[in-house]
């Protein structure tokens, strides 16, 4: 979008934020195939914001959406670190598959993690099968798999089934508004780093409006809540690389809450407030943590297969078909799930979906408890050498599965076994492996099987 589109759109939002829901037509059916925007923060912790217990500063938007929704308590990303968890929501597999397990950076780091360096663009794709349901598909916001640095034969992202974009740096195709210089952010940019939040939002929404008949997929990305943190200019002249101290945080999360707020009042102007499903959740766990405080209760962070770096927070908020005020703290979902479920909510045919390692978890999006049939595996980490973060205790084995109530970390050479019963120790501060020797050795077998069958690792860049 150029500057006077930009400048229309805005206008087109002003004043929207007053108008009640209530003086709005809304048009929403149960027949009708719903909006969905896919709302992935960027290294939100489990307790960051108010409604999961987040006391950093208030977030009565994000917290609205959970009042006026479902509040999810055991929602699992696919992996502790951007570029593979992104990969597993895009592709409702283990992103291992794809040979993507750290975040993506320059060939000589992806070859040091034993990665590819970025996703094919042939895996499959929610956006892709979407629009072949008829949907219109944007992108719009971080992207983080395949693209920047040296990497310059990434696939472009509407390869990938998308009909619009705009995207940050790290990404086959950055929005040149954002990206002034080679590099994630800069003072020169035209659109500044505290208010790319604010530009996804009004792509969004102008998204939403240039397809008044036609449903749409969005995924909505931000990345403000990453370090470094620049919530304004003062900042910026203070800390011209940014900072990663607690008032800046603080800053960026009320600017979050903010823009969510603004979502929402523009899409009750639309009218298609009913009709939108908006999934709230995050990428990865935090960091920094600030001592733990950001995954309260949990143990881990951002890197690490404790559940504080997996166990993320997740809102529905559908208005034509979900409850309100509901807290659903017995399914267990992963971000794989969302892949077969949104073809589903969209009307898709089930048989002619590629093969996901998710399940179709859309009684629970709808307000009906849902347990997982089958086990969840994680993978983080191939060699000790650029592998070696979080130090300290919350730094975990490489691998990790939960089955039931059961949870198991092992290193892929055999080592490090560690088993914790979530029921009754969610913090992982028992190992009762040996008090469960049974459990220990079929979970063990198990997962060692799992990453067996991953593929090797590339010896040289992938080109397709």
Same mark, same amino acid.
């Given at each position: 979008?150029?500057?006077?589109?930009?400048?229309?759109?805005?206008?087109? *939002?002003?004043?929207?934020? =007053?108008?009640?829901?209530?003086?709005?037509?809304?048009?929403?059916?149960? &027949?009708?195939?719903?909006?969905?925007?896919?709302?992935?923060?960027?290294?939100?912790?489990? &307790? $960051?914001?108010?409604?999961?217990?987040?006391? +950093?500063?208030?977030?009565?938007?994000?917290?609205?959406?959970?009042?006026?929704?479902?509040?999810?308590?055991?929602?699992?990303?696919?992996?502790?670190?951007? =570029?593979?968890?992104?990969?597993?929501?895009?592709?409702?597999?283990?992103?291992?598959? +794809?040979?993507?397990? !750290?975040?993506?950076?320059?060939?000589?780091?992806?070859?040091?993690?034993?990665?590819?360096? +970025?996703?094919?663009?042939? &895996?499959?794709?929610?956006?892709?099968?979407?629009?072949?349901?008829?949907?219109?598909?944007?992108?719009?916001?971080?992207?983080?798999?395949?693209?920047?640095?040296? #990497?310059?034969?990434?696939?472009?992202?509407?390869?990938?089934?998308?009909?619009?974009?705009?995207?940050?740096?790290?990404?086959?195709?950055?929005?040149? *508004?954002?990206?002034?210089?080679?590099?994630?952010?800069?003072?020169?940019?035209?659109?500044?780093?505290?208010?790319?939040?604010?530009?996804?939002?009004?792509?969004?929404?102008?998204?939403?409006?240039?397809?008044?008949?036609?449903?749409?997929?969005?995924?909505?990305?931000?990345?403000?809540?990453?370090?470094?943190?620049?919530?304004?200019?003062?900042?910026?002249?203070?800390?011209?690389?940014?900072?990663?101290?607690?008032?800046?945080?603080?800053?960026? *999360?009320?600017?979050?809450?903010?823009?969510?707020?603004?979502?929402?009042?523009?899409?009750?102007?639309?009218?298609? $407030?009913?009709?939108?499903?908006?999934?709230?959740?995050?990428?990865?766990?935090?960091?920094?943590?600030?001592?733990?405080?950001?995954?309260?209760?949990?143990?881990?962070?951002?890197? !690490?297969?404790?559940?504080?770096?997996?166990?993320?927070?997740?809102?529905?908020?559908?208005?034509?078909?979900?409850?309100?005020?509901?807290?659903?703290?017995?399914? #267990?979902?992963?971000?794989?799930?969302?892949?077969?479920?949104?073809?589903?909510?969209?009307?898709?045919?089930?048989?002619?979906?590629?093969?996901?390692?998710?399940? $179709?978890?859309?009684?629970?999006?709808?307000?009906?408890?849902?347990?997982?049939?089958?086990?969840?595996?994680?993978?983080?980490?191939?060699?000790?050498?650029?592998?070696?973060?979080?130090?300290?205790?919350?730094?975990?084995?490489?691998?990790?599965?939960?089955?039931?109530?059961?949870?198991?970390? *092992?290193?892929?050479?055999?080592?490090?076994?560690?088993?914790?019963?979530?029921?009754?120790?969610?913090?992982?501060?028992?190992?009762?492996?040996?008090?469960?020797?049974?459990?220990?050795?079929?979970?063990?077998?198990?997962?060692?099987?799992?990453?067996? &069958?991953?593929?090797?690792?590339?010896?040289?860049?992938?080109?397709?």
């Amino acid at each position: 979008m150029n500057l006077p589109i930009l400048v229309v759109g805005l206008l087109l *939002l002003g004043g929207c934020t =007053s108008n009640p829901r209530s003086e709005v037509k809304q048009k929403a059916t149960a &027949a009708q195939r719903p909006n969905i925007i896919l709302l992935l923060v960027d290294d939100m912790g489990f &307790a $960051d914001v108010g409604c999961y217990g987040g006391t +950093f500063v208030p977030t009565p938007n994000i917290d609205r959406l959970a009042a006026e929704g479902i509040k999810f308590t055991q929602y699992y990303s696919a992996a502790p670190i951007c =570029s593979p968890s992104r990969v597993g929501l895009t592709t409702g597999s283990a992103p291992g598959k +794809f040979n993507i397990t !750290s975040f993506l950076d320059t060939r000589r780091h992806n070859r040091q993690c034993e990665q590819a360096d +970025f996703l094919v663009a042939d &895996a499959p794709s929610v956006a892709r099968q979407l629009q072949a349901a008829g949907y219109a598909t944007a992108h719009f916001g971080k992207w983080h798999m395949g693209g920047g640095r040296d #990497v310059d034969n990434a696939p472009g992202i509407l390869r990938y089934g998308f009909d619009a974009y705009a995207s940050t740096y790290e990404s086959p195709d950055p929005d040149p *508004l954002l990206t002034s210089t080679n590099w994630i952010w800069a003072r020169t940019d035209s659109i500044k780093r505290w208010r790319r939040t604010e530009y996804f939002v009004d792509k969004t929404l102008a998204f939403l409006k240039s397809h008044p008949n036609q449903p749409c997929y969005i995924n909505l990305w931000p990345d403000d809540v990453h370090t470094p943190w620049v919530p304004d200019e003062s900042t910026l002249d203070a800390y011209p690389n940014g900072t990663e101290k607690p008032r800046e945080f603080k800053g960026v *999360l009320a600017e979050l809450d903010r823009q969510v707020g603004r979502l929402m009042a523009g899409l009750r102007e639309q009218g298609i $407030d009913d009709n939108t499903l908006i999934i709230f959740t995050s990428d990865n766990g935090p960091l920094p943590n600030f001592d733990g405080s950001r995954a309260t209760p949990y143990r881990g962070s951002k890197l !690490s297969l404790y559940e504080g770096g997996i166990r993320m927070p997740f809102i529905v908020r559908y208005p034509a078909r979900t409850p309100a005020g509901r807290v659903d703290q017995q399914s #267990v979902l992963s971000a794989m799930d969302l892949f077969p479920s949104f073809v589903t909510l969209a009307g898709g045919a089930s048989s002619l979906q590629p093969r996901t390692d998710g399940e $179709d978890v859309t009684p629970a999006l709808l307000g009906k408890p849902h347990a997982h049939t089958a086990p969840l595996f994680w993978e983080y980490g191939r060699n000790s050498k650029s592998f070696r973060y979080p130090l300290g205790r919350d730094r975990s084995p490489n691998l990790a599965m939960r089955q039931d109530n059961w949870k198991l970390l *092992l290193n892929d050479d055999g080592s490090q076994l560690e088993l914790y019963d979530l029921a009754r120790d969610p913090k992982e501060v028992t190992n009762v492996a040996a008090q469960h020797p049974t459990v220990a050795a079929n979970m063990r077998q198990q997962i060692l099987a799992w990453r067996a &069958a991953l593929p090797a690792p590339p010896e040289a860049p992938l080109t397709k």
